[in-house]
């Protein structure tokens, strides 16, 4: 069974600092990739980060990185120099190779930056 | 490129009635999904399909049928709403079913049942 965990609903940060929203995953699979979307309150589903089970390298893609800890099963989402924009709700989910036609997601984690 | 749409985006139905969520890309991708987003519990799976034809169910299928016929086009029909089916939709696609590939969403259709 696949099951994603965000055990944070809620985060406040200031503006400019950098933030972690955590994610623990499970899965049995031993090829798989992790994504993180952000959904702000105007509703849409943006994708921001992608990492696979393989790489070695943790995942960047400007302001956002994606620490990975595979024996911790662990891929928190790093954010640095936080924007007001970036309040918005984030998704972590997570595809696996011998179930990779469903797409789990997190319950997701509610952040709040502050000016 | 429009990527994915989704229509309509808001619906209001009272209960037993049926409809026809539309969703429709343009990006020739392989994959598509429903899910429904409901408070404090993220997406959850409704349906996917793999290709025209095929079509297979998720975590949450009862109370809804998929088809799809061409490779853009992936209905999502309520056959006789309820109000536990009161949520929002988001249909999604991606290019194949590899771990690697992302799935774009589309921008939602948010459903009242009465």
């Known amino acids: 069974a696949q099951k994603i965990t965000q055990t944070q609903p809620g985060m406040f940060v200031q503006e400019k600092e950098a933030v972690t929203l955590d994610c623990t995953y499970d899965?049995?699979?031993?090829?798989?990739?992790l994504f993180w979307y952000k959904q702000p309150s105007s509703g849409e589903m943006i994708f921001l980060i992608y990492?696979?089970?393989?790489?070695?390298q943790n995942a960047t893609e400007g302001r956002y990185s994606l620490n990975f800890q595979k024996a911790r099963k662990s891929a928190n989402l790093v954010i640095s120099a936080s924007q007001l924009g970036d309040s918005a709700m984030y998704f972590c989910a997570m595809r696996g190779l011998y179930n990779f036609n469903k797409f789990y997601f997190g319950s997701g984690t509610k952040l709040n930056v502050k000016p | 490129n429009a990527g994915v749409t989704q229509t309509p985006k808001f619906q209001v139905l009272k209960t037993g009635q049926s409809m026809t969520l539309q969703c429709a890309q343009d990006m020739n991708h392989e994959y598509m999904s429903w899910y429904r987003q409901d408070p404090g519990m993220g997406l959850r799976l409704i349906h996917y399909s793999v290709g025209a034809g095929i079509t297979d169910q998720g975590e949450v299928p009862n109370g809804y049928n998929v088809s799809r016929s061409t490779t853009e086009d992936f209905p999502l029909r309520l056959l006789s709403a309820a109000p536990s089916q009161t949520s929002v939709y988001f249909c999604?696609?991606?290019?194949?079913?590899?771990?690697?590939?992302?799935?774009?969403f589309g921008p939602g259709t948010r459903l009242t049942v009465l």
């Open positions: 990492q696979g089970s393989y790489d070695e």
């Open positions: 999604a696609s991606s290019y194949d079913r590899g771990v690697t590939d992302t799935q774009y």
């Open positions: 899965t049995s699979d031993q090829s798989y990739g």
